[in-house]
């Protein structure tokens, strides 16, 4: 069992390595196609909004309904430029309205 996990941990770290330091060893000018910056440059973004997404409709209790309220609220205050703790504390604030307002009648 331990021979087996230090394996995985082994391998897990070698895969790490690669994915960091190939494209260290591939691209060793500086990378002047324009499209190319761009579309490096927008990745993490698309990432963090593809683990994120998802995620959003099956977090909350009250189904999908109260999940669309919190996202709307927080792309209504992200629109508005406001910061990443009011968004999140406003968007939960308004998810959580969403499933006790039902309740009370």
């Known amino acids: 069992m331990t021979k087996y996990l230090l394996f995985q941990l082994a391998v897990m770290a070698g895969v790490t390595y690669l994915v960091r330091m190939v494209p260290l060893v591939i691209f060793r000018k500086k990378i002047e196609n324009t499209f190319i910056r761009s579309f490096l440059y927008y990745i993490p973004y698309a990432v963090l909004a593809a683990m994120t997404f998802p995620a959003v409709f099956s977090s909350t209790g009250g189904g999908i309904w109260s999940a669309l309220v919190g996202l709307l609220v927080a792309l ?17 604030a308004a998810v959580f309205l969403a499933e006790w307002i039902p309740t009370l009648f």
């Open 76 to 92: 209504l205050l992200a629109f508005f430029e406001k910061g990443l703790v009011t968004v999140a504390l406003c968007a939960c």
